[in-house]
């Protein structure tokens, strides 16, 4: 089916606006955080992590804190006509707006960056990149002799 607006195919348009919806949300936006430690292996890196975590855990532990929302109700007023013998009846100003719970981990920033201080601690640098886009880009980046030079990322890069 094919949609005229003037001189203009808005079937061709629109399938044009969601491709490049789609190609926005898969490369416009990904990023990863790199852990940079020249000679490290990924498995050291991962125990790295892992023991920073833990000890950030241990020392700034979860303080989780429930908020709760009553909402709102507010019936309105019921509005009344009579026409001739006939009486219409019908609702006016009526609010509903639900309650709501949300709970959150009040201490999360704090044990980042008490983890992120534990990984500078051992010699670790974090920067965030684009995710590489190619196989040149990648191997560029796994080739980088400094945090520096590198400009793209994958979960591979050293």
């Known amino acids: 089916m094919t949609w005229h607006w003037g001189s203009f195919d808005l079937g061709n348009i629109?399938?044009?606006?969601?491709?490049?919806?789609?190609?926005?949300?898969?490369?416009?936006?990904?990023?990863?955080?790199?852990l940079w430690k020249p000679g490290v292996s990924l498995s050291q890196k991962q125990v790295d992590y892992d023991q920073c975590t833990i000890m950030?855990?241990?020392?700034?532990?979860?303080?989780?804190?429930?908020?709760?929302?009553?909402?709102?109700y507010n019936a309105g007023t019921t509005q009344c006509n009579r026409i001739g013998n006939s009486v219409s009846c019908y609702q006016v100003g009526a609010v509903n707006i639900p309650g709501s719970v949300n709970s959150q981990d009040v201490n999360q920033g704090l044990r980042d960056r008490v983890r992120d201080r534990c990984l500078a601690a051992k010699g670790y640098q974090r920067k965030v990149v684009p995710v590489c886009m190619s196989s040149k880009q990648a191997t560029e980046a796994n080739n980088a002799k400094s945090i520096n030079e590198v400009k793209c990322g994958t979960l591979s890069i050293k």
Not at 14 to 28: E, H, P, R, S
Not at 56 to 72: D, L
């Open 14 to 34: 629109l399938k044009k606006l969601l491709m490049l919806a789609a190609v926005l949300m898969l490369t416009g936006c990904n990023t990863v955080t790199l």
């Open 56 to 72: 950030a855990m241990r020392e700034v532990p979860v303080n989780q804190v429930t908020h709760y929302n009553p909402g709102y």
